[in-house]
C-alpha cells in the first residue's frame, strides 16, 4: 500500500489484528449458538439472527430504563444476563412450538424458521419501530487506551472480547464437564439408547436448542457496542455464522471457535488492503472453495461411514 | 458566486413572505370557472370542475420506509395547506398514494398505474436513486411529471422531472471551501456508503480538493451498505491522520459509523468531520451525543431561523406531532406540491407539457430554506449551508451560502 | 499366489484404518469363478466394511484388491458396478416410492448415462428380462405392486438379490440376505443362491449357520479386521479358535 | 407412437386437463379479465413462475434444496439488460456523456471504453446464447464442485446461499460495470422495438406464456422418461442408485443446470417486461422466497408451482398495499404452515380432495393406469410411470449430508 513506513505496518497489523478480534466476538458468539443447535442437534435454524436481535433490543431497553433511573453505568452487565435469559425463553418456546416436530427434516426446518425469522422481523417492526435504536454505553466502555504511540485499541473492544471468552469457556465446561453436558452428547450421539437409559431426551433437545438461542442473545448484547439495532439486524449476520460454522466442521466446537478466528482475520486484514465489499468477497470465496474441496468443513473427525 | 448580502436579503425576503402569500390567496380565490376543464385539461388528466388528482409514491413499508415517511408528511402537509387557500385554479387536490415498498420494480409499477390508471397531474415521489431510475422510464414514456426530493448524484435531466433537492455540486462545492477555509484543511479522508450517490459525491469532491484547493485526498474508501463494521476504515484514518474526514455513510451503517468512532475515541475534539448523509432524520437514530460537534452540508436544517422556517415547523408539527423532525430532503418534499402549484398558474393549465414549459424561473419565495428558483435544466437554485450538530439533535448553521446555480452535469468533475 | 487372473476376486493385504483403529486389517481373500464364499465372524470384524471397500464405498488405506485382474481401489462406485460387481446391503435397500416392475427396471444395465436416461425407452428386452428376474426371485405375482414398500420384509431381500440380478453381474455381494425372513422363505433363498453361483461368483455374509452350510463352498472367518481362518464349513466349525471366538464374545 | 407420446408429454389425461386449464387461465381469462396494468404484474408473476418449475425439479424431484435460484434468474436476466442497455447507449442519445457510446453508469464511474466482457452483448444472437448458456455453465461449475465431493443437503443449500451473497456484494461493488445497486436501467428497446409500449406488453406477456407452458412440457418430457424415475429413486435410496451403476453426481449436475436454464429464461424475461434488473433479484431473500413459491404450489407439482407463483404474488401486492404490517407474518406463517400441515402445497390439497370426490375413480392418469393393467405387460415405449409419482414420501430425510 502506498508508502506505509515499517513502524505503521507494524502498527497496522497490531490494530488490524484487534479489530479482527472484536469482529470475532460477534461472530462468535453467533455461531458457537449455531453450533450447538446445528452441530449437535442439526437444526437448521434461519431465525438464529433474530435472536441475536431479541438479546440487543433486550439490552437497549434495559438502557433506557437504566437511564430513567440513573444506574446508567453498571446496568450492562445485568443486560448480558438478561438477554440471555429471553433469548433462552424464546428459543425453548419456539423449540416447544415448532422445532420439535421437525428433528427429522433438516431442510424443512431451514424453510419453516426462515419464515419465523420474517414474523419475528415483523414483531421487532411493530414493537420498536422500523427505527435503528440504540443503547447508551456505559462510560467505562467508551474510549481507547494506547499501548504504544501509533496503536489505539477501543476499551469496548477488548471488554466484548474477555466477554466471548467468558461465554466460550461456559461452554465448554457445560458441555464437556456437567452432568447436563453428558445427557446433551449421549442423547446426540444416540438418541435411543439415551431414552432408554433414562435421559428425557425432549427435555435435552429443549434446553439444548434453547441455550444455542441464549448465548446468540448474548452476542446480541455484545453486538449494541459496537452498531445500532433494528428489526433487520440479525439477518446481517446469520449467513457469516453459518459459514463459520460449516467451515469449522458442524460438530466440533474448538473447530468454530478457530474458524470464526480465522474468518474474522482473513476479513479484516482483507478489508484494509482492498475495499470492504472485495476484502468480504475474497473471504466467501475462499471459504467457499476450500469448502468444495474439503466438505467436511477443516476440523471434522473422520468417522467410520 | 458568493455576491449577495446575506443579512440584507434576509430581512427583504422576509418582508416579501407576507406580500407573497397574501397575494397568491387572492390570486387562488379565482372560481374554477375561469378555467373551464376542457381548456385546462386537455391530455385526459384526472382533473374535473373541482378536483385534481395527484399521486404520492414513497416506501410506506420496507427499509427505506424510515428515510420517505417524513417525504410523504411534508408533500401531504404542502397539499393540505394548498386546499385550503382555494386550491389550484380553483380545484382541490386530491391525493392517491401509493406505495412503492421499498422495490425498484414496484415503484415503476405504481408509477405506472398513478400514470396510466388513475391519470394523475402530477406525481410526488421517490426517494433513492435507484427508486427513480427505476420510476424514470414510465415517467418518461407516459409522458408524467415527477416532483424528485431528494439530494442526488445529478448526472440526470429530465423532462418530466424537477428535481427539488440538491444535485451533488450544489452539496459539496461551498461546503468543501468553507471547511477548507476555516479549519485551514490541506488533507481529506473520503469515506461513502458504496452506491452512485456517494461514488460520484467522492469523485466531484477529490477533483475539487486536489484541482482547486491544491489539497490532498489521503485515503477514499467504501463500505457496503448495511455494513456494520468499520474497524479497518477507522484504523486507516488514524494512520492517515486527515484534516478532515468528508464522509456519505447511509442508512443503518451510518449509526455503526459514529458509533464506532466514538468508541475508539475519535470525537469533534480530535477530528473534524464533514458529512453529507446526515440530516435531522438520521441523527434521530445515531444519536446527539454520538454526533456532536461534528459538521453536515445540506441546503437546509430544522433550525433554520427565519419567518417561513418557523411556520413551518409549526404546521408540521401540529399535523404530524409535536416530536416531528424535520430534515433537507423532507424540506424539499414540501417544495414539490407548491412549485407544481406555481407553475399550473402560470401555464393556466395542467397539461404536463404546459406545465414543463412554464416551470423554469418559478420562484419559490414562500420555501422554508427561504427562496428557490426552477433552473432551466429542472434543478433548483439553491444555498448550501453548514451545520454544527449539538447533543439535542439540532444543528447551529455556521455557514450559509448564496444561491448556488444547479449543474447536474459538471464539466472538468468528470 | 502368484497369479491373479486365476481368481474373479483377489484381495491383498488390504486395510482401512479409521483415526487409527483398523477395522480391517492386511486381509487376503481369494475367491475363485463361480464360487459362492461366505464370510463369518462375530459383530464387528469388519465384514460390512471388507465388502464396503470392495464395492467402494469406503476407500481403502492400502493394499490391493483385484476384480479380474482390474484394481477397484482407484475406482469410483458406478464404475466398480459397471465392471461386474452388484451388492446387496443389509437392510433391504428398494426404492419404496416404485413399482417392483419399476425398481427391477432401474437397475437394467442400459441406458446409466444421463443422456441415456432421457432417451431410454421400455422394450420388449427390457421386459423380458424383468419377468425372468421377477420369476427366479420368486416376485412374478407382485410384478406391479405399484409402491414396492407394501412387500414383506422378505420380499424386499429378493427384490434387491433381483435387481442385482437384472445387472447380470460376475461377482455379487450380499450382506445378511435371509435376515428378518421366516423358515420357508429361508430355504427358498438358499435354492435361489445356489442357483444364481451356478454362472457367477458369490460373497455372502451371513449369521445364520445352518444357511451357510446349505449354501456355502468355502468359508472365511473374520475376526478383529483380521482373517481368522479359511476353508470347508465342517472343518470351519470344528475349529478351537473359531468356537472361541464366537464363544468368547 | 403417437399415444407414447402425448402421454408422456402431457402427463395423461388429467395432466393434460391440468395443462389446458392453466394455458387457458394465462392465454384467455387473465388477459380478457384484467387491465393492462394488472396484466403486466402477472407477466412479472409468472417469470417467477419459472424459477419456482425449475425448484419442482431440482427440489422436489431431485431432493436438492437450492438457496440460490436467484443466482440464474439474475444472471439471465442481466444477460439480457446488457444487450438492452446497450442498444440504449448509441452515441446519439449519450452524447452529453464524457466518453458517449457506453451505458450512462460507466460513465458516471470514469470508464472510458466499454469492458472486454460486454462487447459480445452487441450481438442478439450472442445474447440469446448467453442468457441460456452463462447460468448453465455457472451452475455447472457449482454443481460439479459438490456434487462430485458428495456435498448435499443442508450443505450444498448453504453454500448456494451463499454463492448468492457473493454475487449480489459483487455486482454492487462493481457498480462501474454492472450499475450497482441501481442495476441496468432505462431499457428502451430490442432491435428497434420499443418494449414500452402497450402492443410490446401484450406481445410480450403472450411469449413469456408460451415460453412456460414450452418449459413445462419439456420439464415432463424429463420427468416422464427413466430419467424422472431416477431422480425418485435418488432421492429416496441414493445408496442403491450408486450401486446400480449410475453416476448419482452426473443425474445432479445434469438437474441443477437444468434448473439453472429454466430460470434463467425466467430472468430474461423479467428484464423485457419490467424493464430493468437489479441485485434485489439475485441475492438471499429473492432467492429462497421462490423456494416458497415452489413450496405453496406444490413441491412435486410443476403446474401447482405456476399457480404458488402466481398466488403469493398476488398476495404481496394485495396485502402490502392493504395491510404491509401483516404481509410478513403472514409470509412466514406460510413458510411455516406449508412445511408443517400441507408439505405437498396446493397441489397436495388438490390431490386430496379430488380423491375424495372421485373415490370411484382411480387417481392420476398414469400410476393408476398402471394398475388397471395389473395383468397385462406394460407397454413398450418411454418410461412414463413416473409422471405422476405417489405423494408420499415426502420427506428428505433421506439425504446424506456428505
New interface residues.
Given amino acids: 500500500m502506498d508508502g506505509y513506513t515499517t513502524s505503521e505496518l507494524w502498527s497496522i497489523f497490531a490494530m488490524q489484528g484487534f479489530s479482527g478480534l472484536s469482529l470475532l466476538s460477534v461472530l462468535l458468539l453467533m455461531a458457537l449458538g449455531l453450533a450447538i443447535i446445528f452441530g449437535q442437534m442439526g437444526v437448521i435454524n434461519m431465525a438464529h439472527g433474530e435472536f441475536m436481535a431479541i438479546g440487543a433490543y433486550t439490552t437497549v431497553m434495559l438502557s433506557k430504563v437504566a437511564l430513567e433511573y440513573g444506574f446508567g453505568n453498571y446496568y450492562f452487565l445485568f443486560a448480558i444476563v438478561a438477554s440471555f435469559g429471553v433469548a433462552f425463553l424464546v428459543g425453548y418456546l419456539v423449540e416447544l412450538g415448532l422445532i420439535q416436530h421437525l428433528y427429522k427434516r433438516p431442510l424443512d426446518t431451514l424453510l419453516a424458521t426462515w419464515g419465523l425469522s420474517l414474523i419475528m422481523q415483523q414483531a421487532f417492526r411493530s414493537t420498536f419501530g422500523a427505527k435503528e435504536v440504540s443503547a447508551e454505553l456505559p462510560e467505562w466502555l467508551m474510549g481507547s487506551f494506547k499501548p504504544t504511540e501509533t496503536v489505539d485499541i477501543p476499551i469496548n473492544g477488548v471488554f466484548v472480547m474477555g466477554l466471548t471468552a467468558v461465554v466460550c469457556l461456559g461452554v465448554f465446561i457445560f458441555l464437556f464437564r456437567s452432568r447436563w453436558g453428558l445427557r446433551v452428547r449421549a442423547t446426540t450421539q444416540n438418541r435411543v439408547m439415551a431414552g432408554a437409559v433414562g435421559i428425557n431426551t425432549k427435555k435435552v433437545d429443549r434446553v439444548t436448542f434453547a441455550l444455542g438461542c441464549g448465548i446468540a442473545g448474548v452476542a446480541g448484547a455484545a453486538f449494541t457496542t459496537i452498531a445500532s439495532t433494528g428489526p433487520t439486524t440479525g439477518s446481517l449476520y446469520i449467513v457469516d455464522s453459518f459459514m463459520v460454522v460449516v467451515f469449522g466442521g458442524a460438530a466440533s466446537l474448538m473447530g468454530t471457535v478457530l474458524s470464526a478466528f480465522g474468518i474474522a482475520q482473513a476479513q479484516s486484514i482483507l478489508q484494509f488492503f482492498m475495499d470492504s465489499s472485495m476484502g468480504k468477497v475474497v473471504t466467501l470465496l475462499v471459504i467457499v472453495t476450500i469448502l468444495m474441496l474439503r466438505p467436511e468443513g477443516l476440523f471434522a473427525a473422520k468417522v467410520r461411514r | 458566486m458568493y455576491i449577495f448580502n446575506r443579512n440584507k436579503l434576509s430581512k427583504i425576503s422576509s418582508v416579501f413572505i407576507g406580500i407573497t402569500m397574501a397575494a397568491s390567496v387572492m390570486v387562488n380565490s379565482v372560481m374554477a370557472a375561469d378555467y373551464p376543464t376542457a381548456k385546462v385539461n386537455t391530455t385526459k388528466l384526472n382533473v374535473t370542475d373541482t378536483t385534481v388528482k395527484v399521486g404520492i409514491l414513497h416506501s410506506a413499508t420496507g427499509t427505506m420506509a424510515i428515510s420517505e415517511t417524513g417525504s410523504i408528511q411534508a408533500e401531504k402537509l404542502a397539499i393540505a395547506q394548498i386546499n385550503a387557500m382555494g386550491g389550484i385554479l380553483g380545484r382541490k387536490i386530491e391525493v392517491i398514494q401509493e406505495d412503492g415498498a421499498s422495490d425498484w420494480p414496484t415503484f415503476a409499477e405504481k408509477a405506472r398505474k398513478l400514470l396510466v390508471k388513475d391519470r394523475v397531474a402530477a406525481i410526488m415521489g421517490c426517494w433513492t436513486s435507484a427508486s427513480r431510475k427505476a420510476v424514470l422510464p414510465v415517467v418518461e414514456k407516459e409522458n408524467g411529471l415527477l416532483y424528485y426530493p431528494t439530494f442526488y448524484e445529478g448526472l440526470e435531466q429530465s423532462k418530466n422531472v424537477i428535481y427539488t433537492g440538491q444535485e451533488a455540486t450544489q452539496q459539496i462545492l461551498a461546503g468543501i471551501d468553507w471547511i477548507a477555509k476555516e479549519k485551514g484543511a490541506k488533507t481529506f479522508y473520503l469515506i461513502g456508503s458504496d452506491y452512485i450517490w456517494p461514488r460520484t459525491s467522492m469523485k466531484i469532491a477529490r477533483k475539487h480538493i486536489e484541482n482547486v484547493l491544491k489539497g490532498k485526498v489521503v485515503g477514499e474508501e467504501y463500505v457496503a451498505l448495511g455494513d456494520t463494521q468499520f474497524g479497518s476504515v477507522i484504523n486507516k484514518i488514524r494512520l492517515k491522520k486527515p484534516d478532515v474526514i468528508y464522509a456519505a455513510v447511509v442508512g443503518g451503517s451510518n449509526v455503526a459509523w459514529f458509533k464506532q468512532l466514538k468508541a475508539a475515541g475519535i470525537n469533534s475534539k480530535t477530528q473534524t468531520m464533514l458529512t453529507i448523509s446526515v440530516t435531522e432524520d438520521e441523527v434521530l437514530g445515531i444519536g446527539g451525543e454520538n454526533l456532536e460537534g461534528f459538521y453536515s452540508a445540506m441546503k437546509y436544517f430544522q433550525s433554520l431561523d427565519n419567518a417561513n422556517n418557523k411556520a413551518f415547523i409549526a404546521e408540521f408539527k401540529k399535523m404530524w406531532g409535536p416530536k416531528s423532525v424535520v430534515g433537507d430532503v423532507t424540506q424539499a418534499a414540501y417544495l414539490g406540491p407548491w412549485l407544481w402549484k406555481a407553475a399550473v398558474e402560470k401555464a393556466g393549465s395542467f397539461d404536463v407539457d404546459k406545465v414543463v414549459a412554464a416551470s423554469p424561473g418559478i420562484e419559490f419565495k414562500a420555501a422554508p430554506e427561504r427562496y428557490v428558483k426552477i433552473h432551466n435544466n429542472h434543478h433548483l437554485w439553491s444555498k448550501l449551508r453548514v451545520g454544527k450538530w449539538r447533543s439535542d439533535g439540532q444543528a447551529d448553521v455556521v455557514y450559509e451560502s448564496a444561491l448556488i446555480e444547479p449543474n447536474p452535469f459538471p464539466k472538468g468533475y468528470q | 499366489m502368484s497369479n491373479n487372473t486365476d481368481f474373479i476376486l483377489s484381495i491383498e493385504d488390504l486395510t482401512v484404518s479409521f483415526d487409527g483403529f483398523k477395522a480391517v486389517d492386511m486381509v487376503n481373500l481369494y475367491v475363485d469363478k463361480n464360487e459362492l464364499r461366505v464370510i463369518i465372524g462375530p459383530n464387528g470384524a469388519g465384514k460390512t466394511t471388507l465388502l464396503d471397500l470392495i464395492c467402494g464405498k469406503t476407500k481403502a488405506t492400502s493394499g490391493s484388491i483385484k476384480f479380474k485382474g482390474k484394481e477397484l481401489t482407484k475406482l469410483a462406485e458406478h464404475s466398480i458396478v459397471r465392471s461386474g460387481v452388484g451388492r446387496k446391503f443389509q437392510t433391504p435397500s428398494i426404492y419404496e416410492n416404485l413399482s417392483v416392475f419399476q425398481n427391477l427396471e432401474m437397475s437394467f444395465p442400459r441406458g446409466r448415462s444421463v443422456f441415456g436416461c432421457l432417451t431410454f425407452r421400455r422394450t420388449t428386452d427390457v421386459i423380458d428380462r424383468v419377468h425372468e428376474v421377477a420369476e427366479q426371485v420368486m416376485l412374478k405375482d407382485s410384478l406391479y405392486l405399484e409402491e414396492a414398500g407394501l412387500l414383506s420384509h422378505g420380499q424386499k431381500q429378493w427384490l434387491e438379490i433381483g435387481m442385482l440380478l437384472m445387472q447380470d453381474p460376475e461377482l455379487l455381494m450380499l450382506d445378511e440376505p435371509v435376515a428378518g425372513m421366516s423358515v420357508k422363505e429361508r430355504e427358498q433363498t438358499a435354492v435361489l443362491l445356489n442357483k444364481i453361483s451356478q454362472n457367477r461368483s458369490v460373497v455372502v455374509i451371513e449369521h445364520d449357520m445352518e444357511f451357510v452350510k446349505r449354501i456355502a463352498h468355502k468359508v472365511t472367518v473374520l475376526h478383529q479386521g483380521k482373517v481368522l481362518m479359511e476353508g470347508k464349513m465342517d472343518k470351519v466349525q470344528s475349529d478351537p479358535r473359531v468356537v472361541e471366538v464366537y464363544l468368547g464374545h | 407412437m403417437m399415444k407414447a407420446m402425448y402421454q408422456n408429454m402431457l402427463g395423461g389425461r388429467s395432466g393434460m386437463i391440468g395443462l389446458l386449464i392453466l394455458a387457458a387461465i394465462i392465454f384467455l381469462v387473465l388477459p380478457l379479465g384484467l387491465?393492462?396494468?394488472r396484466l403486466?404484474?402477472v407477466g412479472?408473476y409468472l417469470t417467477y413462475a419459472f424459477v419456482a418449475v425449475s425448484l419442482v425439479l431440482l427440489w422436489g424431484y431431485g431432493g436438492i434444496?437450492s438457496?440460490g435460484q436467484g443466482i440464474f434468474f439474475g444472471l439471465g436476466g442481466y444477460c439480457m439488460a446488457m444487450f438492452l442497455k446497450l442498444e440504449a447507449s448509441d452515441p446519439e442519445s449519450t452524447k452529453?456523456q464524457?466518453t458517449p457510446g457506453i451505458p450512462?453508469?460507466m460513465?458516471?464511474?470514469?470508464l472510458t471504453a466499454l469492458p472486454w466482457f460486454w462487447e459480445p452483448f452487441h450481438s442478439l444472437t450472442f445474447t440469446l446464447i448467453a442468457i441460456l448458456a452463462v447460468p448453465t455453465l455457472f451452475a455447472f461449475i457449482i454443481g460439479y464442485?459438490?456434487f462430485k465431493?458428495?456435498?448435499g443437503?443442508?450443505?450444498f443449500?448453504?453454500?448456494t446461499?451463499?454463492?448468492a451473497?457473493?454475487l449480489t456484494?459483487?455486482i454492487?461493488?462493481q457498480?462501474g460495470y454492472t450499475g450497482?445497486?441501481?442495476?441496468i436501467?432505462?431499457?428502451?428497446t430490442l432491435m428497434g422495438w420499443d418494449i414500452?409500449t402497450d402492443s410490446a406488453k401484450y406481445i410480450l406477456y403472450f411469449i413469456n406464456g408460451a415460453l412456460l407452458i414450452a418449459v413445462i412440457l419439456v420439464s415432463r418430457v424429463?420427468l416422464g422418461?427413466?430419467?424422472g424415475?431416477?431422480m425418485?429413486?435418488m432421492r429416496?435410496?441414493e445408496?442403491?442408485?450408486?450401486?446400480?451403476?449410475?453416476?448419482?453426481a452426473?443425474?445432479k449436475i445434469?438437474v441443477f443446470c437444468l434448473a439453472a436454464m429454466i430460470s434463467a429464461i425466467g430472468g430474461a424475461m423479467f428484464t423485457l417486461q419490467?424493464?430493468?434488473m437489479?441485485p434485489?433479484f439475485v441475492g438471499?431473500v429473492p432467492s429462497?422466497e421462490m423456494?416458497?413459491f415452489a413450496?405453496v404450489g406444490g413441491r412435486m407439482s410443476l403446474i401447482g408451482a405456476v399457480y404458488g407463483a402466481l398466488l403469493v404474488n398476488y398476495g404481496k401486492t394485495v396485502f402490502?398495499?392493504s395491510y404491509?404490517?401483516l404481509?410478513?407474518?403472514l409470509?412466514?406463517?406460510?413458510?411455516?404452515a406449508?412445511?408443517?400441515f400441507f408439505?405437498n402445497g396446493l397441489a397436495g390439497i388438490y390431490d386430496k380432495y379430488e380423491k375424495k370426490l372421485f373415490t370411484r375413480k382411480p387417481r392420476k392418469g398414469s400410476?393408476s393406469a398402471?394398475?388397471s393393467?395389473?395383468?397385462s405387460?406394460?407397454?413398450?415405449?418411454?418410461?412414463r410411470?413416473?409422471a405422476s409419482?405417489?405423494a408420499?414420501?415426502m420427506?428428505?430425510?433421506n439425504?446424506p449430508v456428505?
Fill in positions: 387491465d393492462l396494468f403486466n404484474l412479472k434444496l438457496l452529453i464524457t450512462d453508469f460513465d458516471w464511474n470514469q464442485a459438490m465431493r458428495r456435498v443437503g443442508v450443505y443449500a448453504i453454500i446461499q451463499v454463492i451473497l457473493i456484494i459483487l454492487v461493488g457498480q450497482g445497486v441501481n442495476g436501467t432505462d431499457l428502451k414500452r424429463i422418461s427413466k430419467f424415475m431416477l425418485l429413486a429416496d435410496k445408496e442403491r442408485v450408486r450401486f446400480s451403476g449410475y453416476d448419482v452426473d443425474f445434469f419490467v424493464g430493468f437489479s434485489t438471499i429462497i423456494v416458497i413450496a402490502s398495499e404491509p404490517e404481509w410478513l407474518f409470509m412466514g406463517g406460510l413458510f411455516i406449508v412445511v408443517m408439505p400410476a398402471m394398475s393393467r395389473t395383468l405387460d406394460p407397454q413398450p415405449g418411454p418410461v410411470d413416473a409419482p405417489p408420499k414420501g420427506g428428505i430425510s439425504q456428505n
